[in-house]
């Protein structure tokens, strides 16, 4: 969202990988090895995982998106505590929503091709708003007819076995969820559907010894998504249900419930934050493009953020500007 060049926004695992991206709906545990980043112990806590979160990457062939992304994940992959893994939040690529299917293929074969030469970590998929191919019918000249459409398209060419699934790191349970529905009026809102809801219920319950960490593409709760509006013209906050999950107090009263949920990852406003309600907090990264590879997105650069959840339910969070500049 927020992106001045595409119109449908507002209304709108691979390389090292398709075999680390057996995000199991059931979850799995990929920490087995002594020597992870995950064992180490740091200012004596022990750590459950360390992943790079990388959202907004918005890749197609132009505009040196993937000289950035490249160098996005040389950044990830050098740093002196590597990662256990990437974790991707959502919008990979430029836009499937209104692309015809050679352009769609041209977006994903890109990445594709990046991650197979530039990744070694395992790596991870979140889908975000753009991951979802021809939902806007008319510029996309699809029909809904085809096998691809919708999100078949990103779960495929990504390997993904599901559109949400779980991953086990230590004493903590990552949910992967998927924020984006198909909205006729719209195009897209953002929620968790009745499936994906009460399979997250499910997990909560079945998880009480662990702590949570969500991630999905948009905001469940943000206060920074009211800056895209220009609410002294309007007179009001403009709040549309494509900014900001509609179904936040649903989410709030059932965290409530389930104090073993600590966290909530999300990306898509290009913007970085970190908000805090209830006991669980709620952050934002900024993109990997920042504003759609044309420099950075109001005050947010380029970057990606470093997550440590530790065994005792803490976490740290920084926001690494890997130092990409516009030439
Ligand atoms: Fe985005």
């Known amino acids: 969202m927020f992106d001045k060049n595409l119109k449908l926004t507002r ?72 990662p256990d893994m990437i974790i991707t939040g959502g919008d990979n690529v430029m836009d499937l929503l209104g692309a015809k299917d050679d352009w769609a ?42 096998p691809l459409w919708g999100k078949a398209r990103f779960v495929k060419e990504f390997g993904l076995e599901n559109r949400y699934y779980a991953i086990d790191a230590g004493k903590w349970r990552i949910l992967m969820l998927d924020s984006t529905h198909i909205d006729k009026k719209d195009v897209y809102t953002a929620k968790f559907d009745d499936e994906q809801y009460d399979w997250l219920v499910e997990q909560l319950k079945s998880n009480q010894g662990k702590y949570i960490c ?27 249900d494509e900014w900001m999950h509609l179904d936040t107090r649903k989410l709030v009263d059932l965290f409530w419930q389930n104090k073993n949920v600590k966290l909530c990852i999300s990306g898509h406003l290009h913007l970085l934050e970190r908000l805090e309600y209830n006991n669980v907090t709620y952050i934002c990264d ?25 065994d005792d339910g803490t976490f740290d969070h920084q926001y690494v500007d890997y130092g990409w500049e516009v030439k």
Request: with cysteine; net charge positive.
């Open 105 to 146: 293929k041209v977006q994903t074969d890109t990445f594709k091709e990046i991650i197979a030469k530039e990744c070694e970590l395992p790596i991870k998929y979140c889908i975000g708003n753009h991951d979802t191919w021809g939902w806007d019918k008319k510029n996309s000249n699809t029909t809904g007819d085809e």
């Open 214 to 240: 969500l991630i999905n593409h948009i905001p469940i709760m943000s206060a920074a998504v009211l800056l895209d509006g220009d609410n002294i013209k309007q007179g009001r906050w403009s709040l549309p």
């Open 11 to 82: 209304r709108g695992v691979l390389g090292g990988s398709i075999a680390a991206a057996a995000g199991l709906i059931t979850g799995a545990n990929i920490f087995s090895s002594s020597a992870s980043a995950a064992s180490k112990k740091i200012n004596g806590k022990k750590r459950s995982i360390r992943f790079a979160h990388l959202t907004d990457i918005h890749i197609e062939p132009k505009r040196k998106a993937p000289e950035g992304f490249t160098a996005a994940l040389r950044h990830v992959q050098s740093q002196k505590d590597k």
């Open 286 to 310: 900024g993109a990997v493009c920042g504003g759609w590879w044309g420099g950075p997105f109001h005050e947010c650069q380029e970057g990606y953020g470093l997550f440590d959840l530790y």
